[in-house]
């Protein structure tokens, strides 16, 4: 061996150069900065548009600077990074942003007064009022709605697994997902011809029926898959015991997936908490509390948010009671998904020693 | 109070497919019988259709007699609910109910298949829970959840679910081929033990614990490939492993296929 050539070390194959760990940050601040100074020297208003060439340039930046540093196969691995980050901010910004405008525009009217005195007796434009008759009226209905769409649901799904193979399982499937995609407006005009027909006025049980078939396909589905993913070797082993099927799937099955089915259920449920559109044909509206369901009209939280909003004329009172309602729906929603969130882990199948 | 079964003629479908074809045998009462035979033979196949359980696979069919004490099993009339109420099964994987604690799992067959006293209750989880050999490790924590178990013990779990009941048979599928050596060896004497009081049949990929475990061996194989399977020979286990009558049973006992 030759000893001058022994000062030369081979270049490593394994190792490459690698960009510091602050770089991301660095690009993200240039395009940012560079974004702005585009936007300020082009004249362009909008800070979305401020937003989307920071994102271009944060892209194209951290290819082309990590191909020089890198290596191309590092520089692709980047740009997929960066793109979940993008496409990640596109999807926050709009939530906080809404989030933010609710709560601070929301919290002006919101207090325990608003939420317990109807709109009785203050008219549309002047300020004053509350929501507690849509409050009553929207869990009456929905509560309603729950009660007769929920069991129909779960019920079709433990037939659709556990029973069904053939040509009626194969449609009963096929109009649920049809159903799925029934617009809200049109559930309600069935349910108000079928109102036309017998004669009947409107009244919030009628809103529950509609409610209840935009509730039923979802129910169905997801019921549907959490059945699915009880093991079958759980059946085997119940119906190797003697065990009936109808008590297999009662005491075992259903017991196991009982966490799923609930989550899909308090989804639905927080689904049609929002729909304005079949309440607006079946249910009225009424500013006054009628807490009967069954018999007169009655209000909804959408529903009053679209009445303060369509007909108060401007009013800023009105605005305001629309906002602070807004805010309690949301929080309707938001409390049921926790619920929902609590029951699914206190239900589901423990594994503690 | 165990039972014999006499097995004629049996043969079992998947939809059009013959799985196994033409099986005729007996397994006396209170003794252990092992069905061995290379992977795919039909063994699980037969030793479901004994409790009626193939059927419960989709398109699952049976022809021929069962019979369990001269009484066929596949009779007209004949609930097959009834059927797995005397004939037990243990499967090749544990599976506790996840939902419900060790008491409850022991108790599930009483509570949801028989008639049952709610006082027996406890003698009765006591009493299967020290036939399982699981007393001792589990007594002070009933009510804590089955699938906190170790896999020995889930498994040991099961078959004490399985014998709660009083069946008058016992199937086992491969019970040991999830479990450590430690854990196989106390389901092993365990199934010495059973043996007083239930028929057995074990369905063991094990030739060795075949060797030590049965009475009886019972060796299924393919004709060929796509063939449905057959009973190949049924004897003492000691004469099985020692001078077996048919060249293939020879054949797989000293590892020249399987």
Known sequence: MSNAVAAEKPASTLQGATLPNWSPYAIAGGSIVMAVLIGLVGSLDSKIQWGLIAAILFVVGTYVIAARVEGSRQAKDRIATSLVWVAFLLAVVPLVSLLWTTISRGVKVLDVYFLSHSMGVVGDTEPGGGIYHAIIGSLEQVGLATLIGAPIGVLTAIYLVEYGSGALSKSVTFFVDVMTGIPSIVAGLFILSLMLMWDLGPSGFAGSCALAILMMPVVVRSTEEMLKLVPNELREASLALGIPKWRTILKVVLPTAIGGITTGIMLSVARIAGETAPVLLLVFGNPFINNDPFSGAQASLPLYIYQQFAQSAGSGAAYDRAWAASLTLIAFVMILNLVARGIARWKAPKTGR | MSKRIDVSGLTAYYGSHKAIEDISMTVEPRSVTAFIGPSGCGKSTFLRTLNRMHEVTT????????????????????????????????????????????????????????????????????????????????????????????????????????????????????????????????????????????????????MQQAARVSDRTAFFNLAAVGQPGRLIEIDDTERIFSNPSVQATEDYISGRFG
């Open chain 2, 59 to 206: 398109g699952g069919r049976v022809e021929g007699k069962v019979l369990l004490d001269d009484e066929d099993l596949y009779g007209h009339g004949i609930d097959p609910v009834s059927v797995r109420r005397e004939i037990g099964m243990v499967f090749q994987r544990p599976n506790p109910f996840p939902t419900m604690s060790i008491f409850d799992n022991v108790a599930a067959g009483l509570r949801l298949a028989g008639s049952y006293k709610k006082s027996e209750l406890n003698d009765v989880v006591e009493k299967s829970l020290k036939g399982a050999n699981l007393w001792n490790e589990v007594k002070d924590r009933l009510n804590k959840p089955g699938s906190g178990l170790s896999g020995g013990q889930q498994q040991r779990l099961c078959i004490a679910r399985a014998i709660a009941v009083e069946p008058k048979v016992l199937l086992m599928d491969e019970p040991c081929s999830a479990l450590d050596p430690i854990s196989t060896l106390a389901i092993e004497d365990l199934i010495g033990e059973l043996k007083e009081r239930f028929t057995i049949v074990i369905v063991t990929h094990n």
